[in-house]
C-alpha cells in the first residue's frame, strides 16, 4: 500500500528532523495521530458514488493487538472521491465504533414486550425449524393451472443493498433455495 | 498581664491605639487605631496581590512575576479574585475614613497643581491642614474612584465573552489606564508614606506619631487633639 | 508547542517577536469558492473527527445551519444565509473559521507569551500549555473566532491543522470538501487561483464578484471568492476587518507608556528624595505654643 | 448510469432533474463543479424546491412535484420544432425513421390498446409497420413519413408549448425557455450534455415515463454514448446497484436474466419467451446481444445447481420458483396485511414470514402504517443488522402508528447482529457500475458476524433439516451448489470467483475448435467465453471477468487515466466487459469517426474499435450493427412499445392530484398506475388536501441509518424533523420559524418544527396559486435518544408506477396546520 509507505517514510523523516531538538519537539509538538496506524482501504457503505476511504485502526496488525478505529479519511488515490468525502462519509469512524451497534442476538418471543438474550446456536437452529415449517406449510409445487411453480410465498426475503455483491449473491442462491418468490431490495422503493 | 505592664511608658501609647483614634498618650498621639490600620493593610495587601499578578499578564517585562504565584495561569484565576478582594476591602476602607475625609473649603486648594508642587517642594504649608491633608484626601477618593473603575472594568475582562466586543475593548483601555495611574499614584503615597516623611509609616504600623510630627504635617488636627477638641474613642 | 518542522515567524507577548528560526517557509493558505460551495457539511466534520472535537449539543430551531457561532468544539462552521436576489433567492453557504490573518489581531492582543504563535508558513495556532484563556484574542479578533473553552479554560479554535501540514497532509476539511470549492497551497497559488476564478464569475454574469483577502489584516491564509462581492453581510464578513484599534492602542501605546510611567514614578521618587530629603519636624523639643507654622527644614 | 461519475466533468451543460445531487451525492458532485470550472459548463437545475444544487446552478426553474413529463416533452418539442436535434446521430442511432404500425394512436390521454377493466394496455398495438420483405421493417430515412416515429412524436409533443409547461408545471414561461435554450445547445457534434437524476423521478406513479422522456431527449440531441453524456441515474445505496444486478428483485435473476414464470415449463419456452426476435435485420443489422441468453442462463444455473443441473434435467430449470404475477414490495406487505392473494386464478397465502439483512422496511415503506399492522400479523421474522431499527422493534411502535399491544402482536423476532462495512471484505458496485473490493479493518464488534456468515448458518441449519426429514421438495435446497472451502463463512473471494465464471470443461475457441481458450477449472476472461452446453459456470454473467486468472480485478488499483476523460480502465472493474461508457458506439459516427474528436468514446481504426472498452463487436466494421447492441431494433428508441403505460410519456398527475389534468381532464393520473385497496390504503382528494408535499433526503444522513448512532456527529448537524414551508405559505397560517405545525395527509399526521423558507415558492398552476411544502425522511421512533421523530412515510400511499411498482413518494397531497 502505497500511501501507508508515504506516511511512514513521513514520520522517520521527520524522526530525524527531530534529532535536532527532542526535547522541544516531544514536549511541544502536535503528534500526527495516524502517523503510526494500520490502513486499510475500503468503500464508503452509504450511497453509490462509492467513495474510496481509509480505515486507520489502532496497532500494526500483530497478534496481540485487537485493532480498533482511530480515524478513517478519504481515499487520494481513488480516481472519483480523490481523497473528499461527504459529511456522512466523514463520519464513518462514528458508524463502526457508536454505543449503539447491536453485539449480540437477541429475540422478542410471541406476545411479549422485550428482548431476550439468546446464543447464535440456538436462534439459528429456531430459524431453521421456522422456515422448514413456514415452507412446508405453505410450499406450492403447482399453481391452480397445474403448470409447476415450486415456490414458497410463506416466505419474505429482502435487503443486501448495503451488502457486497458476493453476499447479494449469496442470498440469490439461498432464496432461491428456498423456493421463496417474495423478494426485494431498496432499488424498488 | 505582668509582661504587658511591665513595657516601657510608649507601650502605653500603643495599646492605647488599639482601640482608640486621636488620643494624647505621653509624647506621642494616637493616629491610627488598630481596625483602621488593618484595615489599610489589608487593602494594600489585596492590592500588592492584584497588582503582582496583574503586571506578568499586563506586559512580559513582567513576566518574571507569575512565577511568584506559579505561572501565568495561576495569575489569570488569582487576579481577578485578588482584584475583587482588593475592591472589597477598599470598600470596606471608604466606608471606615468616608466621615473624616470630608472636602474642606481649603482642600479644594489641593486641585492646583501649584499646590501639589510647593507641597512637595515643602513650600506653603498650610496651618489649617487637619487630621488629613487635601492630597490624602483625594488620594482616598481617587483610589476609590480607581478602586470601581478597575473592579467594573475589570469584570468585563474576567469574562471577556459575555460582552459586546466594543465594551470588551474599553473596558481592556479603561483597566490599564486606572491602572497606571493608579500605580503611579500608589508610589508616591509609599515615598510619601515611608521614606519622604518619616514617622507616617510608623503611623500605621503602630498607630501612633509623636507630636512634631503632628504639629508638622496636620497642625489643625495637632492642636484639636491637644485642645480635645476631636475624639474618637 | 512549535510543531517540529515549523518555525515560529512571531509569538504573543514578545518584546521581539518571538522568531525561533531563519527556515524561511512558503506561506500557506486555504482558497474557498462560495459560488461552487453547497453547504454540505463534511468540512464540519473532518475538522470534528480530525481535532477529536465534540460532541456538541445542537437542536433544530429552522436552518440548515449547525449552530450560530463557531463554538470551542466547533472550529468550522458553515453559514447559511437566504437571500432575494435577481427575482428568484440564491442560498449562500460560507465556511467560517479562523481566518489566519498575515496581521493576526488574535495574536497581537494576547498577553502570554507563546500563547498564539504565526508560524513561518502563516499558520496563526494557539498553544494550550500557554494560554491562559483570558480572552483577549477574541477581543483582538476581528472574525470573532477564538473561543473559550470552559472545561480547558483554553481558548480554541481551528489550527489549520498545523499537525497534518506539517507532516506534508492538507488541512482535515479541504481533504474533505467534495465539490473542491476548498482547495489548499502555497497563498500565491490560491490568490491567482481565485483571481482566476473570479474572472469566470464576472464573465458568467456575477459583474460584483471578488476575492476576498482584506488588507486590513495584511491579507489572510483563507482567500475566499464571493460571487456577491457587493453583498459581503449576506456571508456574514466584515467589510475591512482591522486589529481593533483599542487593541493596537494599549499593546503599543498604552502598556510602553505605562511601563514608563511607573518607572518614572520611582525614579521621581527617588530622586525627590534625594534633591529634597525627608520632611522632618525641627529636633528641638517642647510644647509648641501653637498656631505658628512650623519650620521646614531647607537644604 | 450509461456514464461514470468522473465523465461529468466532460459535459458542456448538466441537466440535474428529479433529484438534488449537491445533497445526495456530493462526492460525485464534485465533477460537476469540475465540469463547471473546467470547460464553463453551464449546470440547469430543476426542482420544486431551491435546493443545495440549485444554489451552485447557472440556472434553476421551480417546478411542481410530479409535473416533469411536461416539462421534459416540452423540451423535446423545443428540440424539435427549433430544429436543435442532432439530425446526424438521430438517423442512424434512434428509431426516428421506423415507421409505426396503424393500429397505434393516442386520443384524449389514452393510447391505443387500453383496457379499462384491467387497467391494462394491450402494447401488441404498439408494434412497427412491417417492411416491404419479410422480416424487415419500413423506415423512412428521411423522417417525414407522417407515420414513422419522429412525426409521430413530433405530433405527440405538439402540445407541449412554453405556455402548457408554465400551466402544468408552474415554472413561468422565460425560466423554461432558458432552461431548454441551454439544455438543446448540445445537439450537435461540437457540444455534449448530460441528464442526471435519482429518486426525484423514480419514485413518481409516472416514474419510468420521466426517465425515458429524458432518454428520448438525450437520443435527440445526440448526447447518449457520448463521454460527458447519458441519462445518469445516480443511485442512494453503496451496493443497490449491485444488489439489483444480482437479483436482489422478484422479476429477475442475476444480470437481468427473467425469472420463470408458471407458464413456462421448460426451458425451451422460457427461452421462447426470454430472447427477443431481432427486428432489424435490413440496414444497420441489430447484434440482438440476447441471442447469448441460453450461454448465461445455463452457466447461471450450473452455479446454482452445480453436478445436479445437466443437459438432461434442463439444467435443474424445474427446480427454479416460477412466479405468478406480482411478488415486489408493496404487494410483499399488501399480501403479508391481507394474509392471501389470487394467483394463477386460484387464492395462495401470502407471506407470514420476513427475513430481512440490512434493511428497515417499517422506516422507508410508503403509508407506515399499513406496514406496522402487516408485520404485526407475520408468525416469525429475522431482522440481521448493526442497530435496532424500527423495523426490529415494530412490536413497539408508538401509538400513532396504530399497531397492536405487544401481546396482540405473534411475532417471535430474531434480532441478529451483522458486521459493519469495514468488519468485512467483498465488492460493491458503484452507480457507474464498478466493482470494487473492500479489504476488512477489524473485526465485528462483540458476537456480532458478517452477514455471510449468517446467512450461510441459517442456509445449512435449513438443509440438515432437509437432509434429515424430508419435507416439501427437499431437492430444492439439497441440490444446491454450496462448495465453499468453509461453507459456514464462505470466503467471498470464492463467491466472486463463481459469480465470475469458470471453465467446468475445457473450452475451445468457436474459430478453431482444435484451440483450447480456457483449461477445464480455469476462471473466464468474460462472458464472452461462456457456452450453453454445460461446460461454464457463472453466477452473473455482466460480472464475468471480473475474476480471471489474471486475480481479482475489482482490486486494481491503478487511476491511470491517458485519455483524460475519467475512464480508470484499470481501477476496479466496470460491468459489462470493463467497459466505462455504454452505448460507446453511439459516440461516434456512420463511419466510425467521433463526433467530436476531443472526446471520443470509441472510434474506427480501419481494423477494430479503440477507446473505451467497445460496446459493439471490436472488428465488426462501422456499418456492421447497430449501437444499440441489446435491442433488438439495434438503435435507441424514440417510441417503445416495452412499457406498460405507453410508447411516448405522456404528462399525468399523481395518484393524489391536485388539480384535474389540464391536457385531458378525464384522464388526469396515469391510466395503468398501481394504487392498492386495503382499507388501510386511502386516498385524499384535492379538496381536503390543497397542498402538494414531498420528501427527500437530507445529506447530513444517510436514509433511516445514521439518526442511530449515539453520540454521532451527523446527529448534531441535523439534530431533528423538520418540515420545510414557504414564506407565504407561513405568513397566510401564522406559522413562525422554529413553531410546531401538523402535516396531515389522508393516511396519517406528523407534527414537527416548521422551517419558514424562501426557497419554497408559490406556483401559478393551472391559473391557480399552488403551495408545495416538504420535510426530509430520516427520522423514527428508534433513534439515537434526543434524536427521534416522526417517519415521514406516515403520510405517504401506497401507490405508485406501473412498471417498477415503486411508490409514490415525491407528490402525494397534504394540509398544514399550526400545531
Given at each position: ?189 | ?191 510619601l508614606g515611608t521614606a519622604a516623611e518619616p514617622g507616617t509609616f510608623h503611623s500605621m504600623i503602630r498607630g501612633t506619631v509623636r507630636k512634631p510630627w503632628a504639629r508638622l504635617h496636620h497642625p489643625r488636627w495637632y492642636r484639636e487633639v491637644l485642645g480635645g477638641k476631636t475624639r474618637r474613642p | 508547542m512549535a510543531a517540529h518542522n515549523l518555525e515560529i515567524r512571531r509569538s504573543s507577548a514578545s518584546l521581539w517577536g518571538g522568531a525561533t528560526g531563519m527556515r524561511q517557509l512558503p506561506v500557506v493558505s486555504k482558497f474557498i469558492d462560495t459560488t461552487t460551495c453547497i453547504g454540505c457539511k463534511a468540512c464540519e466534520v473532518a475538522c470534528q473527527e480530525w481535532n477529536d472535537l465534540g460532541p456538541v449539543s445542537t437542536r433544530q430551531t429552522g436552518t440548515y445551519q449547525t449552530m450560530p457561532e463557531l463554538d470551542p468544539e466547533f472550529w468550522n462552521l458553515i453559514r447559511f444565509n ?218 | ?754 422551517m419558514v423558507t424562501k426557497r419554497l415558492y408559490p406556483l401559478k398552476v393551472d391559473g391557480k396559486e399552488l403551495w408545495q411544502i416538504g420535510f426530509p425522511i430520516h427520522w423514527g421512533f428508534a433513534s439515537e435518544p434526543g434524536h427521534t421523530g416522526p417517519l415521514a412515510n406516515l403520510l405517504t400511499p401506497s401507490a405508485g408506477d406501473p412498471n417498477t411498482w415503486t411508490p409514490e413518494y415525491k407528490a402525494f397531497l397534504v394540509k398544514l396546520e399550526k400545531a
Open positions: 500500500m502505497q500511501r501507508r509507505t508515504f506516511l511512514k517514510a513521513t514520520a522517520v523523516g521527520g524522526g530525524v528532523a527531530l534529532g535536532f531538538n527532542v526535547s522541544r519537539a516531544e514536549a511541544e509538538m502536535r503528534e500526527l495521530k495516524i502517523a503510526r496506524t494500520t490502513e486499510t482501504r475500503s468503500i464508503c457503505p452509504y450511497c453509490a458514488v462509492s467513495c474510496g476511504v481509509i480505515i486507520h485502526t489502532l496497532g500494526d496488525k500483530s497478534k496481540n493487538v485487537k485493532a480498533a478505529v482511530v480515524h478513517v479519511e478519504g481515499d487520494p488515490d481513488h480516481p472519483i472521491s480523490r481523497g473528499s468525502l461527504c459529511p456522512k462519509g466523514a463520519t464513518l469512524k462514528d458508524d463502526i465504533t457508536h454505543k449503539s451497534r447491536l453485539v449480540s442476538p437477541k429475540v422478542r418471543r410471541p406476545g411479549s414486550d422485550r428482548w431476550e438474550d439468546i446464543s447464535w446456536d440456538d436462534a439459528i437452529a429456531q430459524i431453521a425449524r421456522h422456515i422448514k415449517d413456514t415452507r412446508d406449510r405453505t410450499f406450492v409445487a403447482k399453481n391452480a393451472k397445474g403448470q409447476v411453480v415450486n415456490r414458497t410465498p410463506g416466505i419474505a426475503m429482502i435487503g443486501g443493498c448495503t451488502d457486497t455483491n458476493e453476499f447479494n449473491f449469496l442470498q440469490w442462491k439461498v432464496v432461491t433455495a428456498l423456493g421463496v418468490p417474495y423478494r426485494d431490495t431498496q432499488a424498488r422503493v | 498581664m505582668s509582661a504587658t505592664a511591665s513595657r516601657p511608658p510608649a507601650d502605653s501609647a500603643i495599646l492605647r491605639a488599639r482601640r482608640s483614634e486621636d488620643v494624647v498618650v505621653g509624647d506621642e498621639i494616637v493616629r491610627h487605631r488598630l481596625a483602621t490600620r488593618a484595615i489599610h493593610w489589608t487593602v494594600a495587601l489585596f492590592f500588592f496581590l492584584a497588582l503582582f499578578s496583574g503586571l506578568p499578564i499586563w506586559t512580559p517585562v513582567f513576566g518574571w512575576m507569575a512565577h511568584l504565584f506559579g505561572g501565568l495561569n495561576v495569575c489569570r484565576w488569582l487576579h481577578p479574585w485578588a482584584g475583587l478582594a482588593f475592591f472589597v476591602s477598599m470598600l470596606v476602607m471608604f466606608v471606615h475614613w468616608l466621615g473624616e475625609m470630608r472636602l474642606e473649603p481649603n482642600d479644594r486648594e489641593w486641585l492646583r497643581p501649584r499646590k501639589m508642587i510647593e507641597y512637595m517642594r515643602y513650600q506653603g504649608e498650610d496651618p489649617e491642614v487637619g487630621k488629613y491633608n487635601g492630597g490624602q484626601k483625594l488620594f482616598f477618593f481617587a483610589a476609590a474612584l480607581g478602586a470601581l473603575g478597575l473592579l467594573l472594568s475589570g469584570v468585563v475582562v474576567w469574562f471577556p465573552l459575555e460582552f459586546p466586543r466594543i465594551v470588551r475593548e474599553l473596558a481592556i483601555l479603561i483597566h490599564d489606564v486606572t491602572f497606571i495611574l493608579f500605580v503611579v499614584a500608589v508610589v508616591f503615597h509609599i515615598y | 437566504e437571500q432575494e436576489f435577481d427575482g428568484g433567492v440564491v442560498w449562500l453557504m460560507r465556511k467560517d473559521q479562523c481566518m489566519h490573518c498575515e496581521d493576526p489581531g488574535c495574536l497581537a492582543a494576547c498577553p502570554a507569551p507563546g500563547a498564539i504563535v504565526q508560524y513561518e508558513n502563516g499558520i496563526v495556532d494557539v498553544n494550550p500549555e500557554a494560554c491562559i484563556g483570558c480572552g483577549f484574542c477574541a477581543t483582538g479578533c476581528p472574525f470573532d473566532v477564538p473561543k473559550f473553552h470552559a472545561k480547558t479554560g483554553k481558548m480554541a479554535k481551528c489550527t489549520l491543522c498545523v499537525d497534518r501540514v506539517e507532516s506534508g497532509l492538507e488541512p482535515a476539511c479541504i481533504k474533505a470538501c467534495p465539490t473542491g470549492c476548498l482547495q489548499f497551497g502555497t497563498k500565491d497559488d490560491m490568490v491567482a487561483m481565485g483571481h482566476a476564478r473570479v474572472e469566470q464569475l464576472k464573465a458568467n454574469g456575477f459583474a460584483n464578484a471578488v476575492l476576498y483577502d482584506p488588507p486590513g489584516v495584511g491579507g489572510t491564509g483563507v482567500v475566499t471568492v464571493l460571487g456577491h462581492g457587493d453583498h459581503l453581510e449576506w456571508y456574514g464578513l466584515p467589510r475591512d476587518p482591522r486589529v481593533p484599534l483599542g487593541v493596537r492602542f494599549w499593546k503599543s501605546v498604552l502598556r510602553p507608556l505605562g511601563v514608563v510611567a511607573i518607572f518614572g514614578a520611582v525614579v521621581g521618587a527617588i530622586g525627590h528624595f534625594m534633591y529634597q530629603g525627608p520632611k522632618e519636624p525641627p529636633q528641638t523639643g517642647g510644647e509648641p505654643t501653637g498656631g505658628e507654622p512650623p519650620r521646614t527644614p531647607r537644604p | 448510469m450509461t456514464n461514470g461519475w468522473v465523465d461529468i466533468k466532460n459535459a458542456d451543460v448538466i441537466l440535474a432533474m428529479g433529484g438534488n445531487p449537491a445533497e445526495n451525492h456530493p462526492v460525485g458532485f464534485k465533477w460537476f463543479m469540475e465540469a463547471k470550472r473546467g470547460r464553463n459548463a453551464k449546470l440547469c437545475v430543476v426542482d420544486p424546491r431551491f435546493t443545495r444544487t440549485a444554489a451552485v446552478a447557472d440556472v434553476y426553474a421551480p417546478i411542481r412535484a410530479g409535473t416533469d413529463i411536461a416539462f421534459l416533452l416540452g423540451l423535446i418539442r423545443h428540440t424539435i420544432e427549433n430544429k436543435r436535434y442532432h439530425e446526424d446521430y438521430v438517423k442512424i442511432h434512434t428509431n426516428a425513421p421506423y415507421v409505426i404500425g396503424e393500429k397505434f394512436d393516442f386520443n384524449d390521454g389514452l393510447f391505443a390498446g387500453f383496457d379499462e377493466g384491467k387497467g391494462e394496455y394491450d402494447k401488441t398495438l404498439w408494434g412497427y409497420e412491417a417492411g416491404a420483405k419479410g422480416g424487415a421493417y419500413k423506415v423512412d430515412p428521411t423522417l417525414e413519413d407522417p407515420r414513422c416515429v419522429f412525426q409521430l412524436l413530433r405530433k405527440h409533443v405538439a402540445r407541449y408549448t412554453p405556455e402548457v409547461v408554465e400551466q402544468v408545471c408552474g415554472t413561468p414561461k422565460d425560466k423554461f425557455l432558458k432552461v431548454a435554450d441551454v439544455v438543446t445547445s448540445t445537439g450537435n457534434a461540437e457540444r455534449v450534455g448530460t441528464i442526471t437524476y435519482a429518486l426525484g423521478w423514480t419514485q413518481h406513479s409516472t416514474g419510468v415515463q420521466m426517465i425515458r422522456a429524458a432518454a428520448m431527449l438525450q437520443l435527440l440531441l445526440g448526447n447518449v454514448g457520448r463521454p460527458g453524456g447519458g441519462v445518469n441515474a445516480f443511485r442512494g445505496h453503496s451496493n443497490i446497484q449491485g444488489a439489483t444486478d444480482t437479483a436482489g428483485t422478484f422479476e429477475i435473476l442475476p444480470g437481468y436474466l427473467k425469472t420463470p414464470t408458471g407458464p413456462l415449463t421448460n426451458l425451451k419456452e422460457y427461452y421462447e419467451s426470454a430472447i427477443p426476435t431481432t427486428l432489424n435485420k435490413q440496414t444497420w443489422p441489430s447484434m440482438n446481444y440476447w441471442v447469448n441468453y441460453p450461454k448465461f442462463m445455463v452457466s447461471l444455473l450450473k452455479a446454482q445447481y452445480g453436478n445436479a443441473a445437466t443437459k438432461d434435467n434442463d439444467f435443474g430449470y424445474q427446480w427454479l420458483p416460477k412466479v405468478d404475477g406480482n411478488y415486489s414490495w408493496m404487494y410483499i406487505f399488501d399480501d403479508m396485511y391481507r394474509g392471501k392473494v389470487m394467483r394463477a386464478g386460484a387464492e395462495e397465502p401470502g407471506p407470514e414470514a420476513l427475513i430481512t439483512f440490512g434493511m428497515n422496511p417499517v422506516g422507508l415503506g410508503p403509508n407506515s402504517k399499513k406496514m406496522v399492522a402487516a408485520l404485526s400479523k407475520q408468525k416469525w421474522m429475522v431482522v440481521v443488522e448493526n442497530v435496532e431499527t424500527e423495523t426490529a422493534i415494530f412490536w413497539k411502535a408508538p401509538k400513532e402508528y396504530e399497531g397492536p399491544e405487544p401481546s396482540q402482536i405473534p411475532t417471535e423476532v430474531f434480532l441478529l447482529p451483522a458486521a459493519d462495512f469495514a468488519e468485512k471484505d467483498g465488492t460493491f458496485t458503484n452507480s457507474a457500475r464498478w466493482l470494487q473490493w473492500k479489504w476488512k479493518a477489524l473485526d465485528p464488534p462483540g458476537r456480532a458476524k458478517a452477514d455471510q456468515e449468517i446467512l450461510a448458518r441459517i442456509f445449512l441449519a435449513v438443509r440438515d433439516l432437509y437432509q434429515k426429514e424430508g419435507g416439501a421438495l427437499p431437492e430444492q435446497l439439497t441440490n444446491v451448489s454450496w462448495s465453499y472451502t468453509n461453507p459456514a463463512e464462505p470466503d467471498l473471494a470464492e463467491v466472486l470467483k463463481e459469480m465470475s465464471g469458470k471453465a467446468l470443461a475445457d473450452v475451445h475457441d468457436p474459430a478453431d475448435k482444435a484451440k483450447v481458450v480456457k483449461a477445464a477449472g480455469q476462471q473466464l476472461d468474460g462472458f464472452g467465453q461462456l457456452m450453453d452446453d454445460g461446460t461454464t459456470l457463472c453466477g452473473n454473467w455482466l460480472h464475468s471477468g471480473v475474476y480471471t486468472e489474471a486475480g481479482n480485478n475489482a482490486q486494481r488499483r491503478s487511476n491511470a487515466d491517458p485519455t483524460g476523460l475519467g475512464m480508470f480502465h484499470n481501477w476496479a472493474f466496470s460491468w459489462p466487459a470493463n467497459r466505462r461508457i455504454m452505448y460507446n458506439r453511439a459516440s461516434a459516427d456512420a463511419n466510425g469517426k467521433p463526433w467530436d474528436p476531443k472526446r471520443p468514446g470509441i472510434y474506427w481504426n480501419g481494423q477494430k474499435w479503440v477507446g473505451d472498452v467497445p460496446d459493439m463487436k471490436p472488428d465488426a466494421p462501422p456499418g456492421t450493427y447497430g449501437a444499440f447492441i441489446m435491442l433488438p431494433e439495434g438503435v435507441g428508441r424514440l417510441f417503445s412499445s416495452g412499457l406498460n403505460d405507453g410508447p411516448f410519456p405522456e404528462h399525468y398527475e399523481a395518484v393524489e392530484a391536485p388539480i384535474a389534468n389540464p391536457l385531458h381532464p378525464n384522464v388526469t393520473s396515469n391510466p395503468a398506475f398501481k394504487k392498492f385497496t386495503s382499507d388501510k390504503d386511502v386516498y385524499g382528494t384535492k379538496e381536503e388536501f390543497p397542498i402538494v408535499c414531498t420528501t427527500y433526503r437530507l445529506t447530513e444522513h444517510f436514509h433511516y441509518w445514521t439518526k442511530h448512532q449515539v453520540g454521532g456527529r451527523l446527529n448534531e448537524l441535523q439534530p431533528g424533523f423538520f418540515i420545510e414551508i414557504p414564506e407565504a405559505l407561513a405568513k397566510e397560517k401564522g406559522i413562525e420559524n422554529g413553531s410546531q405545525v401538523r402535516v396531515i395527509s389522508k393516511r396519517g399526521q406528523i407534527q414537527g418544527m416548521a
